[in-house]
């Protein structure tokens, strides 16, 4: 977690990615596991989008997301942990630069953000639609304590992106 622990190795992460620009929006975010297929078919329904991720290379545990004035880069991260909702925090993740994701603001359809339940009003889910590829569905705590840059940047990206 060293890696994107300050706005200043996460910018550098980015650099190394040529995903920087005018404006940067940094924060971190967690796949939502708590989906439509896993809600209403249990088990197989989870597997079936299990596996619909993981061709689709939206299998990542989380990312570190910078939204510029070109799009929005995506820098996956795999869990070092037994996987859980426990043990999917920031400490645990490790960066897989070689796996970094450009979409374009072009191929973006629309982002919804939501609350991601009724009784949690410390997180949202993210959903970022694409015109021509699988979609993100993210899970992002407003907060993230060990990350001091997070919540000035996922506020900025929400207000931002609230209408689209």
């Known amino acids: 977690m060293n890696e994107f622990n300050t ?3 996460i910018a ?3 650099k190394k990615v040529n995903c920087i620009g005018e404006e940067n929006c940094f ?3 967690t796949r939502n596991m708590q989906t439509k297929g896993v809600v209403l078919g249990g088990l197989a329904g989870g597997l079936k989008e299990g596996m619909e991720a993981k061709a689709n290379n939206r299998a990542w545990d989380g990312y570190l997301i910078n939204q510029t004035e070109k799009g929005i880069g995506l820098i996956p991260l795999k869990n070092t942990k037994v996987l859980s909702l426990s043990s ?3 400490e645990n993740m490790i960066v897989q630069l070689d796996e970094f994701i450009f979409v374009e603001k072009d191929n973006i359809s629309n982002i919804k953000i939501k609350k ?3 009784f949690s009003p410390i997180a949202k889910t993210v959903y970022i639609k694409l015109k021509n590829d699988a979609d993100f569905n993210l899970f992002v705590n407003n907060k993230e304590k060990q990350l001091p840059y997070h919540e000035e940047n996922f506020s900025k990206f929400v207000s931002k992106n609230q209408h689209t």
Do not use: A, G, M, R
């Open 116 to 118: 991601f339940n009724l």
């Open 12 to 14: 550098e992460l980015f």
């Open 27 to 29: 924060f971190y975010s």
């Open 7 to 9: 706005l200043e190795n």
């Open 88 to 90: 999917i925090k920031p």
